[in-house]
């Protein structure tokens, strides 16, 4: 066959053979140490490209304490799969910002990290520091700087998990405030989209136990943050954050643990394994919410409705399609063990 006689067949021939080697977006998942998170891990490794395991805290003073699940470890390897342990400041305010302000403590945290990452052939770590005074700004992106800087000398990565924070200022009303003040402000995404490896956006937890019930990260939401994070930070660095997990809110106990009554609506995360039966147990009706790309459903228990917001396969495969359309590095998913189990089935098999 002549090349020249067929130019349209050999266009199509291109197009094809470009779209079979094109690069899937890079699959992270987070795992903790449950027994339930390290089977999903264990029963799906083929189609993770990067497991982020919760291994490493860090204190006001620099100490990094924690270690690798070994077994875990030890099949990452034997997959060629690339570990890259989450370094956690368990969410304590006051200590973090004592750590920010300590050089001494600094580099104690760095040189423990590199000497670890060495010993067990970690890819580098994750940041993830959240509960952030937004005063601490100038101070976090300091800290990412420097232990990027050191790391990458021992050709190790630095990535950092950060909460979504359009449109960049407090916003109306006192909750965004409250949000701003310690959650979303501390998070400068050009600085650290300059000095990190990969910035993993958290777009999930739109709804809490701190509101009303709603999404765990309806589609809106994660556009409008994803849209202001592309203005900062680079499309090959940035990956977007996906909700394995749901919320179940309901009428907690008005008595408290003091004998005093106070109003008391409760959420707590629901997954899969709890989530679906949960709805067969009550004959619940499972919605989808075409313009938040996320099921739900309610039910009665003692006359009282509860809810519950799940992001299923479905909501997953949706935000999937996101991550493709616009050439993001990849997704990072939170957690292992949480998921649909049709979730799978959307993924390719990893190439390592």
Known sequence: ????????????????????????????????????????????????????????????????????????????????????????????????????????????????????????????YQFDFENIAWTDRDALTLLARQTADALHKHGLKLSMAVVPNAPGQAGNGPFSKWMWEYWRGAYDLKALGQVLDLVCLMTYDQHTRWTTPGPVAGMPWVMDNLQYALKLVPKEKL???????????????????????????????????????????????????????????YFYRDGMREWVFLPDAHAFRDRYDVVKQYGLEGFCAWVLGAEDPKVWEELPDAIR
């Not at 109003?263 to 394994?273: G, P, Q, V, W």
Request: proline residues 5%.
């Open 1 to 124: 066959m002549k090349r020249w006689m067929f130019p349209a067949l050999w266009l199509c021939l291109a197009l094809a053979s470009t779209s079979a080697f094109a690069k899937a977006p890079t699959a992270l998942f987070y795992m903790m140490g449950s027994q339930k998170s390290i089977n999903s891990f264990e029963a799906h490794i083929d189609k993770i490209d990067l497991l982020v395991p919760t291994w490493f805290g860090v204190d006001e003073n620099g100490l990094v304490s924690g270690g690798p699940n070994m077994y875990v470890l030890d099949l990452a390897k034997a997959h060629h799969l690339p570990v890259m342990p989450i370094i956690s400041a368990n969410g304590d305010r006051k200590k973090f910002h004592d750590l920010l302000g300590n050089e001494t403590a600094k580099r104690a945290m760095i040189a423990s990290m590199v000497e670890q990452a060495k010993r067990y052939g970690f890819s580098g």
């Open 239 to 297: 990956s977007l954050g996906i909700g394995l997990y749901g919320y179940h809110w309901f009428a907690g106990n008005p008595v408290g643990e003091d004998g005093k009554e106070s109003s008391h609506i409760t959420a707590e995360y629901i997954d899969a394994d709890e989530s679906f039966p949960l709805a067969k147990q009550f004959h619940a009706t499972m919605q989808w919410d075409p313009v938040e790309h996320e099921s739900w459903f």
